[in-house]
């Protein structure tokens, strides 16, 4: 075709802008990450009030003090950012969690 533009091949500036942008070349190279899209917003959310907790303890509430949506803490353990920590024997369908490596890393670019 006359006058169309190839497609940027890996690793070209606009392909390395975009992830810079997701910390997504970090959760790339960690071993067992399955990276399937960036993270959204409330993901990201999720996973940077993780960073200043003891043991990267990711929260059960939002900062409005509502539950933090079951579907956002799930999809991040379906990513690799988050991981079961422990069982809540009061709430057992509470998902109690903790960042993993790409979950930093994740994290950091985000905030």
């Not at 006058?3 to 940027?8: E, L, S, V, W």
């Not at 509430?61 to 353990?77: K, L, M, N, Y």
């Not at 709430?91 to 960042?99: A, F, G, I, N």
Request: proline share 11%; aromatic share 6%.
């Amino acid at each position: 075709m006359i006058g169309a533009k190839p497609m940027p091949s890996a690793g070209t500036p606009d392909t390395k802008r975009r992830s810079e942008a997701t910390g997504l070349d970090d959760a790339r190279l960690l071993p067992g990450t399955r990276l399937l899209h960036p993270p959204s917003q409330q993901q990201r959310d999720y996973l940077a009030r993780g960073l200043n907790q003891p043991g990267g303890k990711l929260p059960l509430f939002d900062e409005q003090g509502q539950r933090v949506s079951p579907r956002t803490i799930q999809a991040c353990i379906d990513q690799g950012w988050a991981a079961p920590w422990f069982n809540n024997p009061m709430k057992p369908d509470w998902l109690v969690c903790r960042l993993t490596a790409a979950g930093r890393a994740v994290a950091r670019r985000s905030g």
